[in-house]
């Protein structure tokens, strides 16, 4: 499989992009496309996520706001609520560790209560 950042697809003006790019139940590859000015609002999950800018400009708004250029990567903890803000055309990767979808806090205490 060969994934390009250059893709067409992954830039549509109406609306950011989103494509799955890898999932397994340890982990998710996700690829956002924006067109300048679009952006990902505020939002939680259960997963620590690694972002790596491979084209583009973006802000990102945790604690702080910081602003990620092509090549840069920040990593963000399960806590963090963080939003995008696409300052030019960028292109995203975001890995998900553990898979949102098979993980969450209740499974946690689930596992950890007496039985």
């Known amino acids: 499989m060969v994934w390009n950042m250059n893709d067409p697809e ?5 609306h950011l992009t989103v494509k799955h790019m890898y999932d397994n139940k340890h982990a998710t590859v996700v690829w956002f496309g924006f067109c300048q000015g679009q952006e990902l609002r505020e939002h939680e999950t259960t997963s620590a996520g690694v972002v790596q800018v491979l084209r583009g400009k973006v802000q990102l708004v945790t604690a702080d706001t910081q602003v990620l250029e092509a090549g840069q990567t ?30 969450s806090l209740s499974d946690e205490l689930e596992f950890s209560s007496p039985s």
Not at 10 to 14: D, I, K, T, V, W
Not at 82 to 100: C, F, K, N, R, Y
């Open 10 to 14: 992954l830039f549509n003006p109406e």
């Open 74 to 103: 920040a990593l963000l903890q399960s806590s963090e609520r963080p939003s995008l803000t696409a300052l030019e055309d960028s292109v995203l990767q975001v890995i998900l560790v553990p898979h949102p979808r098979y993980h």
